[in-house]
């Protein structure tokens, strides 16, 4: 059983799926992984987790992902789209939609992020994988999996932890409104809770560890116990019903 990771920066499919691309003919495709002309103005991301130069720094983060993907031992493949920081063109969605065509007929299972959160470059390729895997796979190979951490800001729901709600916060409302925001029926979705083994754990934490350059900002320090705990345990998708 093949599959293909649609990850829209060096480090999402990573943090997210990391227990799918630790399976047998995994592939973790990054869609945004151009390296910027040298002459590109550091983007807000950039200054925020201290880049000297864009370049450079997204050199240093192809790097870190290829050292993540080799800890789950999956595939690699980076495409050289801009991400939004560097992008000062429009992005051809026609030319990406067909470049993403061209590959999905090589994988039984599609994961797709499902842009919890709103980054603009994660709805992008949310949006094109499954305008692409309509023209070419079925419903049934889609897995729409959630960001993180941007998932665990509250924590995970109790229903993926099996811990007793918490009376003054319900993140179960607040992640379903943001698949609704990302246009999905949520009667149409059936959530899935992989809970990672000891084993896949340690191999999440090697691979996660890599992306020291994108790490404080992300707030995932591991001292941080609780935020980098709910990282490493859980990772969550739906099927369409
Ligand atoms: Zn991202």
Redesign the pocket.
């Given at each position: 059983m093949s599959l293909i990771v649609f990850s829209?920066?060096l480090?999402?499919g990573v943090l997210s799926v990391s227990a799918q691309l630790a399976r047998p003919d995994a592939l973790l495709l990054t869609v945004f992984g151009g390296v910027p002309p040298v002459e590109t103005a550091r983007g807000s991301w950039d200054h925020l987790t201290g880049a000297s130069g864009c370049d450079r720094r997204q050199r240093e983060r192809l790097a870190e992902n290829d050292a993540a993907a080799a800890a789950l031992g999956c595939g690699v493949e980076n495409w050289n789209e801009l991400e939004l920081q560097y992008r000062v063109e429009e992005l051809d969605r026609g030319g990406l939609t067909a470049r993403i065509v061209s590959v999905l007929t090589d994988f039984d299972e599609i994961w797709v992020p499902a842009a919890v959160g709103g980054?603009p470059?994660?709805a992008v390729v949310r949006d094109l994988v499954l305008d692409a895997a309509q023209k070419t796979a079925t419903r049934a190979q889609v897995r729409l999996h959630a960001d993180l951490p941007y998932s665990i800001q509250f924590g995970w729901p109790s229903w993926v932890t099996g811990s007793t709600p918490d009376p003054y916060l319900d993140v179960d409302h607040w992640l379903s409104a943001e698949l609704v925001e990302g246009g999905f029926d949520r009667d149409l979705l059936v959530p899935h809770v992989h809970a990672l083994t000891g084993h896949e754990q340690d191999i999440k934490r090697r691979a996660c560890d890599q992306y020291r350059s994108q790490l404080p900002a992300l707030l995932l320090d591991p001292r941080a116990t609780s935020r980098w705990d709910a990282l490493l345990r859980f990772e969550v998708f739906w099927t369409f019903a």
């Open positions: 829209p920066h480090d999402d980054h470059d994660h």
